[in-house]
Nanobody, 116 residues
């Protein structure tokens, strides 16, 4: 059974940092694409950052230079290091795992709130 669990969210002041974790079981994150998305009430879900099985990283323009996605294969965990957070980063962040067979898995999300 595949399970994806996001954690690490919280309340932080503008300019602060958080590190989100995406822990998975039943699937190897090292062999799949992992994409972080975020959702704000009243807005569409936005692609934030992704990392492929070949460790190719992609970021939405608004987070380039501030966010870094990485993978720890030993822990089967993907991280999203978020620095210099801004109020507009406030959202529920989801970890999405996309397999080579076209299946997708994600967790319940973790809330990130950035105060000004």
């Amino acid at each position: 059974q595949v399970q994806v669990v996001e954690s690490g969210g919280g309340l932080v002041q503008a300019g602060g940092s958080l590190r989100l974790s995406c822990a998975a079981s039943g699937i190897a994150l090292s062999e799949n694409e992992v994409i972080w998305t975020r959702q704000t009430p009243g807005k569409t879900r936005e692609l934030v950052a992704g990392i492929t099985a070949r460790d190719i990283e992609n970021y939405v323009d608004s987070v380039k230079g501030r966010f870094t996605i990485s993978r720890d294969n030993a822990k089967n965990t993907v991280y999203l290091q978020m620095n210099n957070l801004k109020p507009e980063d406030t959202a529920v962040y989801y970890c999405n795992v996309a397999t080579r067979l076209g299946r997708g898995f994600w967790g319940q999300g973790t809330q990130v709130t950035v105060s000004s």
